[in-house]
């Protein structure tokens, strides 16, 4: 059975540094083959407007020519990865097919997995298919089997994600990285599986981006004090103090119940942010 056919062989859970599992599902192969497809056409824009300008604008002799040499450069070399981390795994391509790269272990994907991912790239594209194209250009005087191990070595690439479980490319393998559907911003699956009557009240992203990890631990320490200690005071003063903070205006009935649930949501908010290289340590002035 496809894996479009079965979208079951295509989900997995990935445990964060701070053991919070979170389910992804797989970017399907044809999706990430059209987002190529789309960034490779940005760059081949791209490329084409340099060279277009340079050659209007500047005489070859001109100085200025190797600006536009030098950005014609960067911008092929590093257009995939410069888009992976800033966009935070997504090149325009890849936002437009609404997949991301993840880091494999669950923590936030770093620049440097992005750097080997695609470091990767010339190896596994450009330069077997310029071999192909134009072997005698790369390989003066090549013979006929250059051009037939280039084939060979682009045809076992393409192949290589049918053959691993996360259907990973070569770069994705030596980084680290898989490339998956893109997730949907709210709460995380395993916080947000309960029942609506045992989440509570419903929290805003707004809401959720005000405070961070240091206020998340320092709720988390009041909530688990000994029952035996008189806690309620303490809860109703930090309950309307999040109240007043986040915006919050409908009644609280209890005080305890309102601050579990938004410890909860609030925790499930920062970990979907770090797993995506975003870290908020403090609340928002």
């Keep these: 059975m496809s894996d479009a056919a079965n979208p079951a062989a295509r989900s997995l859970v990935l445990d964060t540094p701070e053991h919070v599992p979170v389910g992804f599902v797989l970017a399907d192969l044809g999706n990430r083959l059209a987002a190529l497809v789309v960034d490779l056409l940005i760059v081949g824009l791209g490329l084409a407007v340099l060279v277009l300008a340079g ?31 800033y966009g935070r795994g997504r090149t325009p391509g890849k936002r437009w097919l609404r997949t991301r790269v993840v880091a494999r272990d669950g923590g936030p ?8 991912r695609n470091l990767t790239r010339d190896l596994e594209i450009f330069l077997p298919l310029t071999v192909l194209l134009a072997p005698k250009e790369l390989v003066p005087g090549a013979p006929w089997w250059v051009g037939v191990a280039a084939v060979v070595w682009v045809l076992a690439l393409a192949l290589l994600p049918f053959f691993n479980q996360h259907r990973a490319r070569l770069g994705d393998l030596l980084a680290g990285t898989i490339v998956v559907v893109e997730p949907v911003g709210e709460l995380l699956p395993d916080l947000a599986a309960a029942d609506a009557a045992a ?17 998340l631990h320092v709720l988390e320490k009041v909530l688990r004090r000994a029952p035996s200690l008189d806690k309620s005071a303490l809860l109703r003063t930090i309950c309307e103090k999040v109240r007043a903070k986040i915006g919050w205006k409908p009644p609280v009935e209890n005080a305890e119940t309102f601050l579990q649930a938004f410890y909860a949501a609030q925790r499930g908010r920062l970990e979907h ?11 928002v002035r």
């Excluded at 989440?199 to 206020?215: M, N």
């Design 199 to 215: 989440r509570g009240p419903a929290f805003s992203r707004e809401q959720l981006d005000v405070y961070g990890i240091r206020e």
């Design 273 to 283: 942010k770090m797993l995506f290289g975003k870290r908020q340590e403090r609340k």
């Design 109 to 116: 994907l770093s620049a440097e997995q992005v750097f080997a």
């Design 55 to 85: 050659l209007i604008f500047f005489e070859d002799d001109d100085p200025l020519t190797a600006l536009f040499l030098l950005a014609a450069f960067l911008w092929r070399n590093f257009y995939f990865t410069a888009g992976e981390i």
